[in-house]
């Protein structure tokens, strides 16, 4: 994958300018200069090899920053960059031919500052540019400030206090460059006894309503207000329901530094009720914080990673410096990262696999045979992959292959959440809402909204007999057919009539 490649083509920028610049001095010292300066001597030379070294410089920086800014996917992770250099290189190229001091110099000048401004406009343009962003982000990158950056975490489930043992153990070991106090958000509930869960958590380091029996270290605070946990955060991580996710962002507004960047662990996503296209939880973040988002995903059950039995996980990142803190946050000898520049697919990936994954629960609670739950995973793994590609037609099989992905999908459906839920539906023929009450101590299933989001995605698309696991979930989570009828529309499934 394509890791350093922001600031390659940065640097790559500056090379190309210097270039032009050194070819520039040698015509000047042959003749009248290009740069309108008559003369042979020493004096003259030296003095525009320190210009062309400055030239060199400026453009080195103003491309690493520009290219490094550039962080949406698609065709348009090429096409910005691609224009610049070359509208540079016909910018350069034009100041060779003036080897007089004619007004002809004057005028390729102008001629190419204006080409070369209008088409990095253009490419900013297709980018999505945000100019604010960008001198704050750059300004916080150039800073020689070595104050430790503080670490908050928005959410307090089973996963979000998985992640904040883990973090937490983690910056121990790099007390210069992270704030040993870790902040998690805890939205405050009252116990059977009466106690508070966050009071619980803080004089017993332990979550002992969703991660009973693991110690969380005494330099994680659980606080019940949300603006209080996220003041002065450098890295905010948010792993909460994903219907939470516009209202807590939403509370958040205007109350996050500039600077700071975002890690979402949300499996799910939303519908726009305007376009009925996708709404990522990373664009939501991203769009009402106006701070970079990453996400990570993949095959992480939360009390084994808390208990440390080895996994790996997916991250979702275009920013270099954004995915080297958040490898020294979280990867470890049994937990390891994979960095990928696939945000949007990584996202959807996670998403969806919580469908397919209560697809698998549903058979199992049937009693199906073992041939007919392979054949359950095997065509709802297809099915994610059809519906990735809906958003990016371009995407390639091997992000599929990862973590957040195939892996994700496998332990999702041998005892994840989701397919515990699914099962005891099956079994049982409890509400979903039943079940999360009397059998999963009150954690949400994520399935049943994802499933209701990529059931109205696919019917404004009229493709939903192109997808009718997706399908039969929903109607299933919606109590309008049985969980029977899953297994029997398997005979059916469009794959079999592919040519």
Same mark, same amino acid.
């Given at each position: 994958?394509?890791?350093?490649?922001?600031?390659?083509?940065?640097?790559?920028? $500056?090379?190309?300018?210097?270039?032009?610049?050194?070819?520039?001095?040698?015509?000047?010292? #042959?003749?009248?200069?290009?740069?309108?300066?008559?003369?042979?001597?020493?004096?003259?030379?030296?003095?525009?090899?320190?210009?062309?070294?400055?030239?060199?410089?400026?453009?080195?920086?103003?491309?690493?920053?520009?290219?490094?800014?550039?962080?949406?996917?698609?065709?348009?992770?090429?096409?910005?960059?691609?224009?610049?250099?070359?509208?540079?290189?016909?910018?350069?190229?034009?100041?060779?031919?003036?080897?007089?001091?004619?007004?002809?110099?004057?005028?390729?000048?102008?001629?190419?500052?204006?080409?070369?401004?209008?088409?990095?406009?253009?490419?900013?343009?297709?980018?999505?540019?945000?100019?604010?962003?960008?001198?704050?982000?750059?300004?916080?990158?150039?800073?020689?400030? #070595?104050?430790?950056?503080?670490?908050?975490?928005?959410?307090?489930?089973?996963?979000?206090?998985?992640?904040?043992?883990?973090?937490?153990?983690?910056?121990?070991?790099?007390?210069?460059?992270?704030?040993?106090?870790?902040?998690?958000?805890?939205?405050?509930?009252?116990?059977?006894?009466?106690?508070?869960?966050?009071?619980?958590?803080?004089?017993?380091?332990?979550?002992?309503?969703?991660?009973?029996?693991?110690?969380?270290?005494?330099?994680?605070?659980?606080?019940?207000?949300?603006?209080?946990?996220?003041?002065?955060?450098?890295?905010?991580?948010?792993?909460?329901?994903?219907?939470?996710?516009?209202?807590?962002?939403?509370?958040?507004?205007?109350?996050?530094?500039?600077?700071?960047?975002?890690?979402?662990?949300?499996?799910?996503?939303?519908?726009?009720?305007?376009?009925?296209?996708?709404?990522?939880?990373?664009?939501?973040?991203?769009?009402?914080?106006?701070?970079?988002?990453?996400?990570?995903?993949?095959?992480?059950?939360?009390?084994?990673?808390?208990?440390?039995?080895?996994?790996?996980?997916?991250?979702?990142?275009?920013?270099?410096?954004?995915?080297?803190?958040?490898?020294?946050?979280?990867?470890?000898?049994?937990?390891?990262?994979?960095?990928?520049?696939?945000?949007?697919?990584?996202?959807?990936?996670?998403?969806?696999?919580?469908?397919?994954?209560?697809?698998?629960?549903?058979?199992?609670?049937?009693?199906? $045979?073992?041939?007919?739950?392979?054949?359950?995973?095997?065509?709802?793994?297809?099915?994610?992959?059809?519906?990735?590609?809906?958003?990016?037609?371009?995407?390639?099989?091997?992000?599929?292959?990862?973590?957040?992905?195939?892996?994700?999908?496998?332990?999702?459906?041998?005892?994840?959440?989701?397919?515990?839920?699914?099962?005891?539906?099956?079994?049982?023929?409890?509400?979903?809402?039943?079940?999360?009450?009397?059998?999963?101590?009150?954690?949400?299933?994520?399935?049943?909204?994802?499933?209701?989001?990529?059931?109205?995605?696919?019917?404004?698309?009229?493709?939903?007999?192109?997808?009718?696991?997706?399908?039969?979930?929903?109607?299933?989570?919606?109590?309008?057919?049985?969980?029977?009828?899953?297994?029997?529309?398997? #005979?059916?499934?469009?794959?079999?009539?592919?040519?």
């Amino acid at each position: 994958m394509p890791y350093h490649y922001d600031s390659s083509a940065g640097y790559g920028f $500056g090379f190309i300018s210097g270039t032009f610049a050194i070819v520039n001095v040698l015509s000047d010292m #042959t003749g009248p200069g290009t740069i309108g300066i008559f003369g042979h001597s020493q004096d003259f030379f030296i003095a525009t090899a320190f210009l062309t070294l400055a030239i060199i410089l400026l453009n080195t920086f103003w491309g690493v920053v520009l290219f490094t800014s550039l962080d949406k996917g698609g065709i348009h992770q090429y096409l910005g960059p691609a224009v610049v250099v070359l509208t540079h290189m016909l910018f350069s190229c034009l100041t060779l031919f003036n080897r007089t001091t004619k007004p002809t110099y004057s005028i390729s000048i102008i001629t190419g500052y204006v080409i070369l401004c209008g088409m990095i406009s253009y490419a900013l343009f297709l980018r999505g540019f945000n100019i604010r962003q960008r001198l704050i982000h750059t300004t916080y990158n150039m800073s020689s400030s #070595t104050a430790p950056k503080k670490i908050s975490i928005v959410g307090s489930g089973n996963w979000g206090s998985t992640m904040a043992i883990h973090i937490a153990e983690n910056v121990r070991e790099l007390k210069d460059q992270y704030d040993q106090k870790i902040l998690m958000w805890c939205k405050e509930e009252t116990l059977d006894d009466g106690s508070k869960l966050t009071q619980v958590i803080n004089k017993q380091h332990e979550n002992i309503k969703y991660l009973p029996h693991e110690k969380i270290p005494d330099n994680v605070i659980a606080l019940p207000d949300l603006s209080e946990s996220v003041k002065d955060a450098d890295i905010l991580i948010f792993v909460i329901p994903h219907q939470f996710v516009k209202k807590t962002c939403e509370e958040l507004k205007n109350k996050i530094k500039p600077t700071a960047f975002a890690l979402t662990l949300i499996k799910g996503f939303y519908i726009d009720e305007q376009t009925n296209e996708l709404l990522l939880v990373s664009q939501i973040i991203k769009n009402t914080l106006n701070i970079p988002c990453l996400c990570l995903m993949g095959a992480n059950i939360a009390h084994e990673v808390a208990e440390k039995v080895f996994c790996e996980a997916t991250v979702g990142s275009r920013d270099e410096q954004h995915s080297e803190i958040v490898r020294q946050l979280i990867d470890t000898p049994v937990f390891r990262l994979r960095f990928y520049p696939d945000v949007e697919i990584i996202e959807i990936l996670g998403g969806v696999k919580n469908v397919i994954a209560m697809c698998a629960g549903f058979a199992d609670g049937l009693k199906a $045979g073992f041939n007919t739950r392979a054949a359950v995973l095997r065509l709802g793994f297809r099915e994610m992959v059809n519906f990735c590609r809906l958003h990016e037609k371009e995407s390639t099989a091997e992000i599929y292959l990862e973590s957040c992905g195939f892996a994700d999908l496998i332990a999702s459906s041998l005892g994840g959440r989701n397919y515990n839920g699914a099962k005891k539906m099956a079994e049982t023929n409890k509400s979903l809402k039943d079940i999360e009450k009397e059998d999963l101590n009150g954690q949400s299933l994520q399935g049943p909204g994802t499933a209701k989001e990529v059931y109205r995605f696919l019917e404004a698309k009229n493709l939903l007999d192109q997808f009718p696991m997706f399908r039969d979930a929903y109607l299933i989570c919606e109590q309008k057919i049985e969980p029977k009828k899953l297994l029997e529309n398997l #005979t059916n499934h469009p794959e079999f009539h592919r040519k």
